[in-house]
């Protein structure tokens, strides 16, 4: 549960754009397809924002 904490507590200092694409890819367990269908950009984008966002919480979770 501690961990759950903290892993939501990082999410939140994300832009929520970041936050929302972990969500539905970690959380959802949807494909790059159904995320780029969902929010309407290419698949080849959602890989691109999906490494951005990675980063970014990896970013958070080292400073926490």
Do not use: M, T
Request: aromatic content about 16%; hydrophobic content about 40%; proline content about 2%.
């Amino acid at each position: 549960k501690e961990l759950r904490n903290l892993v939501n507590s990082c999410l939140n200092l994300l832009p929520y754009e970041k936050r929302r694409l972990l969500w539905f890819r970690y959380w959802k367990d949807y494909s790059y397809e159904q995320i780029a269908k969902l929010i309407g950009i290419s698949e080849r984008a959602v890989e691109g924002r999906l490494y951005r966002a990675k980063e970014a919480f990896s970013q958070v979770w080292k400073n926490q």
